[in-house]
């Protein structure tokens, strides 16, 4: 099935916030497989799979995550820093207003970075998002998503000097691949705002910007890539 335009923007929107609903804290040192397919999994399968160590204890002092880190929420000041998290659907949930996710390197996730609707001030630097598990892929699904960082009807985010690359859909036509999104939220009807975007290397990915939402004071500028949609966000 091939999507038009308005019906890959609708389904975005809306399977994104879906997604962004289902998911809950996890605090574990270890990283573990899990096989992508339904919303949620890297939480699934982190509780399931893994042995997690006594919970962190969440200041604005630099913690470390070693698994799929979904979210402290509530707690100012949170850092997400220096993990290495492979095979989740989604890898680091940004839900705390103020969170830092710094210098993270993920690879064989379906979604490296989601920022909550309406998360304000987050701060996503210097992380390395690599090339998804071909397991993201379902061509017997509607629609699929392979994406790097999200922006969910996210705030105030700053969202700088990340690497994105290989962010693709294998070609199937049911599927929608970018390095970096900024979407309106459907669930809540948050809209993007005030979120700058800049100086982030966006390669081999089959779209590298997406930027459609009816937010304001969005800032997307200095970017390296080649393709975005609308035209012309690269450069």
Not at 129 to 144: H, L, M, Q, V, Y
């Amino acid at each position: 099935m091939v999507l038009t335009e308005t019906q890959r923007s609708s389904a975005i929107s809306r399977d994104l916030s879906m997604a962004g609903r289902n998911r809950s804290s996890v605090s574990s040192r270890s990283v573990g497989w899990c096989r992508p397919g339904r919303r949620g999994c890297a939480v699934t399968c982190a509780r399931a799979q893994l042995t997690p160590e006594p919970p962190l204890i969440l200041s604005a002092r630099r913690q470390r995550f070693g698994s799929s880190a979904s979210g402290a929420d509530d707690v100012a000041g949170t850092v997400v820093s220096n993990n290495h998290i492979s095979g989740y659907n989604i890898a680091l949930c940004v839900q705390t207003p103020g969170e830092a996710v710094l210098n993270n390197d993920v690879s064989a996730s379906c979604t490296g970075v989601f920022v909550d609707p309406g998360i304000d001030g987050a701060n996503i630097l210097d992380n390395h998002i690599k090339e998804t598990n071909p397991s993201c892929r379902d061509e017997n699904a509607p629609i699929f998503f392979v994406l790097g960082i999200v922006l969910s009807g996210a705030v105030n985010t700053e969202v700088r000097r990340n690497r994105v690359e290989g962010q693709t859909a294998g070609g199937l036509p049911n599927g929608f691949a970018a390095g970096l999104i900024v979407v309106d939220d459907s669930t809540t009807g948050a809209a993007p705002s005030g979120n700058v975007v800049t100086q982030n290397t966006l390669s081999n990915n089959d779209l590298d910007l997406f930027v459609r939402n009816t937010g304001t004071g969005n800032v997307i500028k200095h970017n390296k890539c080649t393709t975005s949609d609308p035209a012309g966000l690269c450069g």
